[in-house]
């Protein structure tokens, strides 16, 4: 079955550090992939996608490209700031042809970025 | 409403009592999904809803959880007979439709501990 596996947190980092966030996947067909966010209190958000292969998805100085060859969509920002700490969830859906377009998510990844 | 919404935002129960959970999705958005989250742990798909009817229950831990979803809208959760290791943020997430091109939109989600 589908599968996706990140790092493992918490991640502590200093402000204007560079942040990386592994996340590598198993999936048969070509699934399309997603890093949602959840900020404290808040509910979970999109934060970028990426639909096929070599796509890069952006958003809020995050970027994460989809590297098929080594099955993997690790999400980056060049310089991170305190209003980036939160939960960060790696995704992957649409990997066969079944109806919907449910989610499978890693098990998150929390991020501390201090002043 | 501007965003999906889900109550009660939190349910205590005894060990053993039924519970129901409800979503309300984003006005027409056909496709709705539940997922939980337990404790450090990603969340887990439990059904799909494309309008009434539910293609995919594949997610379901056990004959104790049923779903259903009335007039392409809201959408109730029912536990049976609840056990501790149901304890867990109970989401809900609707789209456009049943596609990868379709963001899916988090509600805040249900905190149920079974005591």
């Given at each position: ?32 992939l ?9 509910g ?9 292969a070599?796509?890069?998805g ?14 993997s ?12 700490s939160a ?29 | ?18 519970v ?70 109970y ?13 899916q ?7 149920l501990?079974?005591?």
């Amino acid at each position: 079955g589908n599968s996706v596996t990140q790092m493992e947190g918490p991640v502590t980092l200093s402000e204007e550090a560079f942040l990386t966030i592994n996340c590598t996947y198993t999936a048969t067909g070509y699934p399309s992939l997603f890093w949602y966010v959840q900020y404290p209190g808040e509910g979970l958000q999109l934060l970028l996608k990426a639909t096929k292969a070599d796509d890069k998805g952006s958003n809020k100085g995050f970027e994460a490209t989809y590297r098929k060859e080594t099955t993997s969509f690790h999400l980056e920002k060049g310089s991170v700031q305190v209003s980036d700490s939160a939960v960060y969830f790696c995704a992957l859906s649409g990997a066969r042809k079944a109806a919907g377009n449910k989610l499978t998510f890693g098990g998150g990844t929390r991020v501390l970025v201090k002043p | 409403g501007a965003g999906v919404s889900q109550s009660p935002s939190n349910k205590v129960t005894e060990k053993g009592k039924d519970v129901e959970l409800r979503c309300d999705p984003i006005s027409g958005h056909t496709a709705l999904y539940w997922y939980r989250q337990r404790l450090g742990q990603g969340l887990e798909f439990l059904i799909y809803f494309q309008g009434n009817s539910a293609p995919d229950k594949s997610g379901l831990p056990s004959d104790r959880f049923s779903a259903e979803r009335t007039g392409e809208s809201v959408s109730t959760l029912t536990i049976q007979r609840t056990q501790q290791e149901d304890s867990a943020v109970y989401l809900c997430a609707s789209s456009f439709s049943g596609t990868s091109l379709n963001e899916q939109f988090f509600g805040p989600g249900t905190r149920l501990t079974v005591l």
